[in-house]
């Protein structure tokens, strides 16, 4: 309830706690509600058109992305991308991938138009993610690779920066305190 959360807020503020990373989760949440308003008008046919549809396919996809990672028993894109590259099932979200397989006879080419690929399942697989990752996506990654009974598989995860929880807080604090900056020098 808000009056809880005004009642943390101020036993955190008495501490001394900086409240950066806090207000910065609360602009992000209203960016959100603005964002939700904006798609609910472009289903009912108002407001900009394109440009509101085009909103509301990002909204959407960021609603299924936070509902995943909130549920914690869904199985998260990356996952859903990997299982079907190792059990070799073509989707729409791995059509265009590149296969890097050293059995393969078309090592170091690409047929126009194809993806080589072999008949058997994988066994082992490398996920690398730029841009960095989490610990959501790689603890999924490993449930996937333990359901995997009939064939086993290894994955390795890897980013280019996985943030500790403490690191975690720290930039949302930095982002907090810098849109808090842009707020005072704009208005």
Known sequence: ??????????????????????????????????LATTTSSAQRGTGLGGLSMA??????KVKEQVRNLVTGSNTLPVTRI?????????????????YFD??????GERPEGAAPRTKTPWREAIVFMLGGGNYVE?????????????SPKDILYGSTE???PSTFLAQLTELGRR?????????
């Open 1 to 34: 309830p808000a009056g809880d959360m005004q009642q943390f807020e101020e036993v955190l503020q008495e501490g001394g706690a900086n409240l950066a990373s806090l207000t910065y989760l609360k602009q992000l949440k209203s960016l959100h509600r603005t």
């Open 55 to 60: 909103v509301s396919g990002i909204v959407g």
């Open 82 to 98: 990997v299982e079907a590259i190792t059990e070799n099932r073509s989707t729409e979200d791995v059509e265009n991938f590149y």
């Open 102 to 107: 050293p059995k393969s006879k078309y090592l």
């Open 138 to 150: 790689y603890q999924n990654l490993q449930e996937y690779a333990k359901r995997s009974k009939e």
């Open 162 to 164: 996985i943030c500790s």
């Open 179 to 187: 849109s808090s900056t842009q707020n005072h020098t704009i208005g």
